[in-house]
């Protein structure tokens, strides 16, 4: 079942990691400096970017993706 | 039929019904459990009934605590505490009033501890308020100081003002009030008022709270240690019990007391202490290690993680539409489904789909408030929690289908508002239709064909169709609302337009301790007459009336159709129960022994309760008194001779065909002097309209003995007793009496009893119908003992549970009292 944005970010970092797994599909990733790894799920009927530590491979945060080119700043390659 | 024994026997057949579905005694089948599924009926199935909220019974520090407690003290350490305690009670006690930041003392149980604290707690000149729904357990140490004459009533679920309404009244003559509730109620989730509670008790200093918090331990509060003290400290007019055994995840049950004296009283003198064996060693070891958990920050983590799960539940109901009876945040969930019979359906279909639930069911609820009651821990996935919603959707709407029921009425049996888009079943109107019989419902039996009437339910009793008519014009236009009732006649059809079933219905304002002990509704008249005239009173629909007795449901049982016509009737009660606004349904009389009907009423949610025997005389072949006399038994026929014989003389019997007024009036004093004597057949005293009636109707004969004047004089003569008696083509119905006591030396009772049965005889009657109550006396007369039983239905049960929770001062046998009737 379908949750919307607001409710999807009601939920602490885990619980939207669990969501992720459960109800997310990936789309792509992008790296900020060396330190970051950025991916981006298409959960439900929105967008959302999970940052990871690259050192740890430990989720930082799950950020909404509210600017629909957001896509552009992907580089699928990476 | 005793009420106690029929209660049993409800449970009985549910339990019953239950185990023959395989939904409860179940067993786990798992050599080794692991984490939230087992295997049962050799199926994997998850588990959504633990109580175990936080998922710690498989912390393998406590596991490792537990096995270290065996090793140190062996499996048992089996001594009474009043003598010597494991070192483990100790450490425990200490972390736990560390935990509370109040003293603690741990008993072997929480309802172990209900029973040590509770009688030594209460003094007899306290009085005890119970919510509605506190735990069962709580209820059975309550029942340990009534005999004591301690002062026990009941309020509804959580309504506060209710509360401080009996407390105002109350503390006029206690000064102590106990009031006891759940801290988080173990059916429906939902917490107690605690904020409330604490305003009332600061407000009025004869209260004081008696808690169970069992559900609500762990998961809440600082330390873990409970949602009401997650809300307010501990109150020096309260004590709280816990339990070890579910979010703890450990065993055994505390008392968290405002003060150490109280501790060491309960101790001291608290029954199970005294003699109960203690906590095995492995439940304390892991007790221990589950306190420093408590008391280590990883608590509110656990708790966290709780709260994100009951959250997303929250959510999954919502989005699935299901019929979620609270939303809060305890793991406790309620699905409402209704009826018995759906909520099985529902509860078998997602074992099959692999989720372990539980029934809610009577009588830990309602009987048509089953439900799907199911927990969540912090051991469930998302997906688990959606997985089990989505099967839960998809079986209730085709359990609904096949159980020929309606989401609507589901909302209406919990008083809940249906969400609008949802309000578009036509279930049973389809039903209706395939089933190819016509209902047939009339608001008079003026409107029903004489003859069918009289020939499927004439011959029964009082309820002919001009028996009905008078019914109709005396219970119609009357100042108080019990003395207006409203009736509706039922027919079933089959295609050919025979009937299958015919039946009528009065809706009518009774009292609902009619069937009580006569010592409890003197206590209730009491209230009536200081408080409010209706108090404990219900709008019942009747089948067949109060003032009508006997079977009152002609059913073709020869009929191939007779069950769907009976789901039909079922189906009509409910909607007439819906329109003439009743909250209780009483289906009467049927036979005892009739396991078909018990089945199917049981699925309907109603409860099978014993009614006041009937007694009936069917033998009136004889000639003379003395032919009579031989259709006796010995010991009646020496009764017969010393009781009736003997005074027989002395009264003159006289059948009024044209009463006066005055004779009419004096008739029914005759009559209130039985009614208000007798409190065991509780009912609302009839109005005169119905003996001024009565005198005018020709089917009516009013019986009288006169006493006959030593001066011999007429008008020196008395009155000693009044008969009123209904006649049909077949049947004498003695129906209601009137009784001068200053004749009881001349045993004008049973001389009533036998005019009645010379004057049934000289109409020709095949049958004399006694009626109920005064079994010893009719069966003198050779009467034949009809045991009926009824079928019930409350819309809540809270009436009945006050009833239950009153203390019987002193039981009245009834089996030998005079009655009315």
Not at chain 2, 462 to 472: A, C, D, I, R, Y
Not at chain 2, 548 to 561: A, I, M, R, S, V
């Amino acid at each position: 079942m379908q949750l919307t944005q607001g409710e999807f970010f009601q939920f602490n970092l885990q619980s939207q990691i669990q969501l992720i797994k459960k109800d997310g599909i990936f789309m792509m990733k992008r790296l900020v400096y060396d330190t970051h790894l950025v991916k981006l799920y298409k959960i439900y009927e929105f967008y959302v970017e999970v940052v990871l530590k690259r050192t740890s491979n430990k989720v930082v945060s799950i950020e909404p993706v509210i600017n629909g080119k957001i896509v552009e700043m992907y580089d699928n390659t990476a | 039929m005793s009420k106690h024994h029929t209660f049993i026997e409800t449970l009985e057949q549910l339990g019953e019904d239950l185990r023959e579905k395989g939904l409860i005694h179940l067993t786990a089948e798992d050599r080794v459990l692991e984490h939230n599924s087992f295997y049962v009926q050799k199926k994997e199935v998850i588990n959504f009934g633990s109580c175990s909220y936080l998922g710690l019974e498989f912390d393998s520090r406590m596991k490792e605590a537990a096995k270290k407690a065996i090793d140190d003290y062996g499996t048992q350490f089996s001594a009474s505490r009043a003598y010597v305690s494991p070192r483990y009670y100790a450490e425990l006690e200490y972390k736990l009033t560390e935990i509370f930041d109040a003293p603690t003392l741990v008993a072997p149980t929480t309802t172990l501890g209900h029973i040590a604290t509770i009688p030594v707690l209460i003094r007899d000149e306290d009085a005890i308020i119970l919510d509605h729904l506190v735990h069962n357990s709580v209820q059975n140490a309550v029942n340990l100081v009534k005999p004591r004459g301690v002062h026990v009533e009941m309020v509804r679920h959580n309504k506060m003002d209710m509360l401080e309404d009996r407390i105002k009244k109350l503390r006029q003559k206690h000064k102590r009030i106990w009031y006891m509730a759940d801290g988080i109620y173990s059916m429906y989730g939902e917490a107690a008022p605690i904020d409330i509670i604490f305003e009332l008790m600061d407000k009025y200093t004869e209260l004081y709270f008696y808690v169970d918090d069992a559900h609500g331990m762990s998961c809440f509060g600082k330390h873990g240690r409970g949602y009401v003290l997650s809300k307010k400290p501990m109150h020096e007019r309260m004590l709280m019990a816990t339990s070890l055994n579910k979010a703890y995840a450990s065993g055994g049950g505390v008392l968290v007391c405002p003060n150490k004296e109280m501790v060491v009283k309960i101790k001291s003198c608290g029954a199970p202490f005294l003699s109960s064996g203690p906590m095995q060693p492995a439940a304390l070891g892991a007790a221990c290690a589950a306190a420093d958990i408590h008391l280590s920050d990883e608590i509110y983590q656990l708790q966290g993680e709780l709260q994100e799960n009951i959250k997303y539940t929250n959510l999954m109901l919502k989005k699935y539409n299901l019929p979620s009876v609270n939303e809060n945040n305890s793991p406790v969930f309620f699905v409402a489904a209704s009826l018995p019979k759906l909520g099985f359906n529902i509860i078998r279909r997602l074992l099959d789909e692999g989720f372990y639930t539980n029934i809610g069911v009577f009588p830990t609820v309602p009987m048509k408030n089953t439900g799907i009651r199911f927990t969540i821990t912090r051991l469930h996935t998302f997906k688990q929690i959606e997985d089990m919603i989505t099967a839960m959707a998809y079986h209730y709407s085709l359990a609904l289908k096949e159980e020929n029921f309606t989401l609507e009425q589901v909302y209406r049996a919990f008083r809940m508002p249906m969400p609008e888009e949802q309000k578009s079943d036509k279930v049973l109107q389809q039903l209706v239709s395939l089933t190819q019989l016509k209902v047939e419902r009339f608001r008079s039996v003026e409107q029903i064909n004489k003859e069918e009437w009289d020939g499927l339910l004439g011959h029964r009793g009082t309820f002919n169709s001009k028996g009905l008519q008078f019914l109709e014009e005396v219970f119609a236009n009357n100042i108080f609302p019990e003395n207006n009732w409203e009736f509706d006649y039922i027919i079933i059809r089959d295609v050919a337009n025979k009937p299958i079933i015919a039946t009528f219905f009065t809706a009518a304002l009774s009292k609902d301790d009619m069937l009580s002990p006569g010592s409890i509704s003197k206590q209730i008249e009491e209230r009536r007459i200081t408080d409010d005239p209706h108090y404990l009173c219900s709008k019942t629909l009747f089948m067949g009336s109060l003032l009508t007795e006997g079977n009152h449901l002609y059913l073709d049982k020869n009929h191939p159709q007779w069950k769907n016509a009976m789901q039909l009737l079922l189906n009509q009660i409910a909607q007439l129960a819906e329109k003439r606004q009743t909250t209780v349904t009483n289906l009467r009389d049927f036979d005892l022994e009739d396991s078909e009907m018990d089945s199917l009423m049981l699925d309907n949610g109603y409860f099978k309760i014993g009614v006041p025997e009937n007694h009936v005389i069917e033998q009136l072949e004889w000639n003379n008194q003395e032919e009579f006399i031989k259709t006796l038994s010995a010991r009646s026929k020496k009764h017969f001779k010393q009781d009736i014989r003997k005074y027989e003389n002395k009264f003159e019997i006289k059948i009024h065909a044209k009463p006066t007024e005055e004779e009419v009036n004096y008739w029914y004093k005759l009559y209130l002097n039985v009614k208000h004597r007798n409190l065991d057949l509780n009912t609302f005293t009839l109005p005169f309209k119905v003996f001024q009636t009565m005198a005018e109707d020709k089917d009516w004969e009013i019986l009288t003995l006169g006493i006959k004047a030593e001066s011999g004089k007429e008008e020196d003569k008395k009155t000693a007793a009044v008969m009123f008696c209904y006649k049909n083509e077949k049947n004498y119905n003695f129906m209601l009496v009137g009784l001068d006591y200053e004749f009881q030396e001349y045993n004008a009772y049973r001389q009533a009893i036998y005019q009645v049965i010379l004057r049934a005889k000289e109409l020709g009657m095949e049958k004399v119908r006694l009626g109920y109550s005064a079994s010893v006396e009719k069966r003198k007369f050779g009467a034949k003992v009809i045991t009926p039983i009824a079928y019930v239905q409350a819309k809540d049960n809270y009436n009945f549970e006050v009833l239950g929770a009153m203390t019987v001062m002193k039981e009245v046998k009834t089996n030998n009292a005079v009655n009315t009737r």
